[in-house]
C-alpha cells in the first residue's frame, strides 16, 4: 500500500510540472496593438515585433516588447540619476535577465542561465 501513495505522489508532482511547463510554452498573448507603437521611429517598432531589446530603451518600449518584469527593484540614485533594476524570471526561476534604467533608459543588460530573451548587441540596430 505504502509503495501506491508513494507513486501517486510522485504522479501529482509529475502532473502539475507538466502542467507548468505547458503553460509557459503557451503563445504568449499580444503585448501591444499596432496603433500603440505607431509613433516609434521604424527600427524600434521592428525590435518591439521581433521582441528584442537594446541598450536606450525606454520601460514602455521594453515593455512592449518582453511584457511587464517578475520583479521591479528601485535602486539608489547615481549621480542625482534615477535608476530601477527589472528581472525577467523564465525556466521555473532557474534562468533569469537583469535590465538596468537609468533616467529612463536602458543603460545595463545581463542574464543568467538558459533565457529566451533577445538582445541587440550596441550598434545592430542602426540607429
Known amino acids: 500500500m505504502k509503495s501506491w ?3 501517486l505522489r510522485v504522479m501529482v508532482v509529475v ?3 507538466g502542467a507548468g511547463l505547458l503553460a509557459g510554452c503557451a503563445t504568449e498573448k499580444a503585448r501591444y496593438s499596432p496603433s500603440e507603437i505607431s509613433g516609434y ?13 537594446e541598450m536606450g ?4 518600449e521594453v515593455r512592449f516588447a518582453w511584457g511587464s518584469p517578475s520583479y521591479i527593484n528601485i535602486l539608489p540614485p547615481i549621480d542625482g540619476k534615477s535608476r530601477e533594476q ?3 524570471k523564465e525556466n521555473l526561476g532557474l534562468s533569469s535577465t537583469n535590465l538596468i534604467f537609468t533616467d529612463g533608459k536602458v543603460t545595463e543588460m545581463s542574464s543568467k542561465g538558459v533565457t529566451s530573451r533577445k538582445f541587440a548587441s550596441p550598434g545592430s540596430s542602426g540607429k
Do not use: N, R
Open 5 to 7: 501513495s508513494g507513486f
Open 15 to 17: 502532473v502539475f510540472l
Open 41 to 53: 521611429p521604424a527600427h524600434i517598432q521592428k525590435m518591439i515585433t521581433e521582441g528584442t531589446v
Open 57 to 60: 530603451m525606454t520601460p514602455d
Open 86 to 88: 527589472w528581472t525577467y
